[in-house]
């Protein structure tokens, strides 16, 4: 496995993506995506763009998933994701795959079909960039600014918070409400 990153959608979660890139992360980075007019705006930042669909296999090997460290999947539609997250898995059981989806129902499916990161709605995906020995899970305090707020409404890279034993993580169906002395759980780069 190389340090190549494979993005699947150049749409405007895609474009959040690369925009988070620069340099040599650019330049290791193959976007997949069906339009001639993005195509050439990957290939002006930087990045190798492969025309086609992310569920074609052939696509998929032509830029580099068999191979890839990171696979970030940014398809407009949710069902489909589901499949290009399919395609992906069977081509490369250990790349870190995350995979944004814009409805909740379909984290637990993701999760399930292999996703290693959900992310959902408008949460940011750049910390998911990056070499993933840059990141690191820090304990931490709850902020007063963070206290009597849903565990949920959050900045997406705080997972979970820890009460006494008990730990609540962000995504569970009940919600999670701050308080004073509630420790929270973070990822964090190493070097910020």
């Known amino acids: 496995m190389s340090s190549h990153t494979v993005l699947i959608g150049f749409g405007e979660r895609g474009q959040q993506v690369v925009s988070a890139m620069f ?13 001639l007019a993005r195509a050439n705006h990957i290939s002006q930042r930087g990045a190798r763009p492969v025309i086609g669909n992310g569920t074609d296999v052939v696509a998929l ?14 398809v407009a539609d949710d069902a489909v994701a589901l499949r290009v997250l399919c395609a992906v898995r069977w081509l490369n059981e250990h790349a870190i795959v995350v995979i944004a989806f814009h409805d909740p129902q379909w984290r637990e499916l993701g999760l399930y079909l292999g996703a290693d990161h959900v992310v959902v709605d408008e949460a940011p995906l750049e910390d998911f960039t990056r070499d993933p020995g840059d990141l690191v899970l820090v304990e931490r305090a709850v902020l007063a600014s963070e206290v009597g707020l849903h565990l949920s409404e959050c900045a997406p890279r705080i997972l979970a918070a820890v009460r006494g034993s008990d730990h609540r993580w962000r995504d569970q169906p009940r919600p999670h409400v701050l308080r004073a002395g509630d420790r929270l759980l973070e990822l964090c780069t190493k070097y910020a």
Not at 23 to 35: E, K, S
Not at 61 to 66: C, L
């Open 61 to 74: 090997r032509e830029a580099g998933v068999p191979r890839a460290m990171r696979v970030i999947v940014t």
């Open 23 to 35: 340099g040599p992360q650019l330049q290791a980075l193959a976007v997949i995506d069906t339009d």
